[in-house]
């Protein structure tokens, strides 16, 4: 809960300081490839890719001729599946995001070419596990958490890369690599084990003042 209040008093500090700047605001919206990587002692696990949904608010504050500073806010879902011998077993989970990019930017005669990065915030909402062991299926919802019955840690910290292009009608369109760094599995003595999340994402945006004048 109150890594939840940190994560929302940052953005409301983001919006005081983008609303002193010369800034444009815009919202996304797009899709994610995204997967998961379990080790525990020896043993190591990649899952395969799972769709999912994304979207949200950005912005964009100049910070010199060619760089500017983007932070964002968004829903994304990641996750993963796996498939074994004819098992399957399909892991969705929704997060609350806050990247927070810095990129150059360059500029064409049709709009706007930008590469970054920087480091990403995300609380975990909810979960989904659904399987299917070949005779029987099912699904089991996930908690986020630090206690004894937490499926997985709610707070995750990233390493953000994105590149796109601005059109100066105000249109644009993204793609980002996020990788976590910190190791969301529960505290287990008896069950040694890590977890990192890591997803594709491309976006579609506009920009609300972006427009050439």
């Given at each position: 809960m109150k890594k939840n209040l940190c994560l929302f008093?940052?953005?409301?500090?983001?919006?005081?300081?983008?609303?002193?700047?010369?800034?444009?605001?815009?919202l996304t919206a797009g899709a994610t490839s995204a997967s998961y990587k379990v080790t525990s002692q020896s043993l190591s696990m990649t899952s395969?890719?799972?769709?999912?949904?994304?979207?949200?608010?950005v912005s964009s504050v100049p910070i010199g001729k060619n760089f500017s500073f983007m932070p964002q806010l968004n829903f994304v879902q990641k996750g993963g599946k796996l498939n074994d011998?004819?098992?399957?077993?399909?892991?969705?989970?929704?997060?609350?995001e806050l990247p927070l990019n810095f990129v150059f930017n360059a500029h064409t005669s049709t709009g706007t070419s930008f590469i970054g990065a920087g480091p990403s915030l995300g609380i975990g909402l909810s979960g989904k596990d659904r399987w299917n062991d070949g005779t029987e299926s099912g699904s089991d919802k996930l908690k986020f958490g630090s206690g004894d019955d937490a499926?997985?840690?709610?707070?995750?910290?990233?390493?953000n890369v994105i590149a796109g292009y601005q059109f100066k009608s105000g249109f644009f369109v993204a793609a980002n690599y996020n990788?976590?760094?910190?190791?969301?599995?529960?505290?287990?003595?008896?069950?040694?084990?890590?977890?990192?999340n890591r997803y594709f994402g491309i976006r579609f945006g506009y920009m609300f003042n972006g427009k050439a004048k």
């Open positions: 008093i940052s953005f409301i500090l983001l919006i005081n300081y983008v609303s002193a700047q010369k800034a444009e605001i815009g395969k890719m799972h769709v999912g949904f994304t979207a949200g608010l011998e004819g098992a399957t077993d399909k892991v969705t989970l929704n997060y609350i499926d997985l840690k709610s707070f995750e910290a990233g390493i990788s976590a760094l910190n190791n969301i599995a529960p505290d287990d003595p008896e069950f040694d084990a890590k977890y990192h």
